[in-house]
């Protein structure tokens, strides 16, 4: 770890941050008073859209389009971003009439993008200007504008994008969060947007994908001996075994911690049958619900195993915690 500063620069570092973050926080605030009918225009515009959403952008305005982009993306609203540098050298293929170009400039003056916003109009695609000069190009050529414009960036030389580009940021998601809840979009919706994610590993992730099947089940008939329970136990390695008659119905359930607790009571366990010990009316779950259901029952009732069974009662599958972490839906 690094030694600290001379005190007197740390308080001067630490008082520059906090500029630094004010200038930013009252960018945002500054928003609020701006958003009007034309807000609610680029809102209307987006969901009347047929096709995609287009970001377009150079520089740091371009790097706040490609993450509208994404978030636009990843919220049920197909956009993806296009620079504009490359749109004038052949990407405006990308670009038809059913879409919408949402175009970021802080100056409204880019020349790269002034230079294809004519093009992208003739097209017939809506134009959306996220921009910091009202009487600007790109405000004038827009079919709807929004006011991005800050009184000072962050940069202490007032020269780098900072103050300008997070209320762009904030903007584009205002925008994104109005339209999703515009669409009704869902936590289902997003998981499946994101299946590799946390999220979408809880809301996709079903008991059936985890279980344990087949000859994994661990199972014994209510005839079987204490021995014959427990070696079924230790070969299937669950922790405990379901005990289930001719058609495989649920009848009840013997775990590792039924057996201890029989050794605890000095039980002679040569003369037992399972069925004589076995917890009746265990808990059980469908393959059809999610993954996190069976993790809620399992705390709930603290236990790490849970048998599966069909709409007939008839054991299908099992699993244990340690199944669910490994599914990390845990």
Known sequence: MPDLPNPAHHTDFLVKAKEALDIEAQAISALVPKLNGQFSAAVQTILDCRGRIILIGVGKSGLIAQKIAATFASTGTPSFFV?????????????????????????????????????????????????????????????????????????????????????????????????LKARGFTEEDF???????SLGRKLLTHVRDVMRQGDRIPMVSPSASISNAILEITKKGLGMTAVVDSK????????????RRLIEQGLDLR????????????????????AVEAVRMMEVNHISQVVVTDTEGRVVGALNFHDLFEAKVV
Do not use: W, Y
């Open 83 to 179: 620079h504009a540098t490359e749109a004038s050298h052949g990407d405006l293929g990308m670009i038809t009439a059913d879409d919408v170009v949402l175009a970021l400039s802080n100056s409204g003056q880019t020349e790269e993008l002034i230079a294809v916003i004519p093009a992208i109009a003739r097209r017939g695609a809506k134009i959306i200007a996220m921009t910091g000069k009202m009487d600007s190009t790109l405000a004038r050529q827009a079919d709807v504008v929004l006011d991005c414009s800050v009184e000072k960036e962050a940069c202490p030389l007032n020269l780098a994008p900072t103050a300008s580009t997070t209320a762009a940021l904030a903007m584009g998601d205002a925008l994104a969060v109005v339209v």
């Open 191 to 197: 998981a499946l947007s994101h299946p590799g994610g």
């Open 248 to 259: 495989q119905t649920l009848l009840g359930v013997f775990t590792d911690g039924d057996l």
């Open 271 to 290: 003369g037992l049958i399972v069925s004589e010990v076995m917890s009746a009316n265990p808990h059980s779950i469908s393959p059809d619900k999610l």
